[in-house]
């Protein structure tokens, strides 16, 4: 039940574009994405429902392909304060438990 | 507005000790979640409550146990303690489901 995320780790030079996947073998009923800092506590970056909508946060966005039970995390021109891990989480219903992924380490070098 | 707090956040704990860990949500947040963290594994669901009720629960024995008071303060007791239990231990709270869940600091529990 545990959402597959992809890459496992990935660094980056400032200024250059990631994106981290998240797919899931059960349907989901959203997707919910978090970013942590080493030695913090996970941040909420976006929540995405069912309908195939694309959010964004400054320069993070997300999709979300309910059809195909993905959703892919995007960077754009990668800032120093990108690095951390990216987790994905994926409720199967409105007050299912929400399972995260094992995390993609995101480093970005200057 | 106060963020979650969790205490104690450091602990440390020997082999068939129990320990409780206690999480005060923000306030007006009536959904209370714990995960347990460890290098490699991410963040491992354990339960969550909404109002006094235990909602969902993972796949955690039966040695790790919670509840939730009316004031949505949460504990989580683990009884006897294994050398795997050593982890970090999040809890969140949010307003309910499908919203976004606030972390605090995490309680390190190290047992020997």
């Known amino acids: 039940q545990q959402p597959v995320q992809s890459p496992q780790a990935v660094i980056l030079r400032e200024g250059e574009d990631a994106v981290i996947n998240c797919s899931s073998s059960?349907?989901?009923?959203?997707v919910h994405w978090y970013r942590q800092k080493h030695g913090e506590a996970p941040v909420f970056l976006m929540i995405?429902?069912?309908?195939?909508e694309q959010k964004g946060h400054e320069k993070i966005s997300a999709s979300f392909n309910e059809k195909k039970q993905q959703s892919s995390l995007y960077l754009t021109a990668s800032q120093l304060s990108y690095s951390g891990t990216y987790f994905c989480?994926?409720?199967?219903?409105?007050?299912?438990?929400?399972?995260f992924g094992k995390g993609t380490r995101l480093h970005i070098l200057p | 507005k106060a963020g979650v707090t969790q205490t104690p956040r450091y602990l440390i704990k020997t082999r068939g000790q129990q320990v409780t860990l206690s999480c005060s949500p923000i306030?007006?947040?009536?959904?209370v979640s714990w995960y347990q963290q460890t290098p490699g594994q991410g963040l491992q669901f354990l339960f969550e409550?909404?109002?006094?009720?235990?909602?969902n629960k993972g796949n955690f024995p039966g040695r790790f146990s919670g509840r939730q008071f009316s004031n949505s303060r949460s504990e989580m007791n683990v009884s006897t303690l294994e050398l795997g239990d050593s982890a970090l231990y999040l809890c969140?709270?949010?307003?309910?489901?499908?919203?976004?869940?606030?972390f605090g600091p995490g309680t390190r529990l190290t047992v020997t």
């Open positions: 306030s007006g947040h009536r959904s």
């Open positions: 409550y909404f109002s006094e009720t235990q909602r």
């Open positions: 969140a709270s949010s307003l309910d489901t499908p919203y976004e869940q606030y």
């Open positions: 989480g994926t409720p199967r219903g409105r007050d299912d438990k929400i399972i």
């Open positions: 995405l429902l069912k309908g195939g």
């Open positions: 059960k349907a989901l009923y959203s």
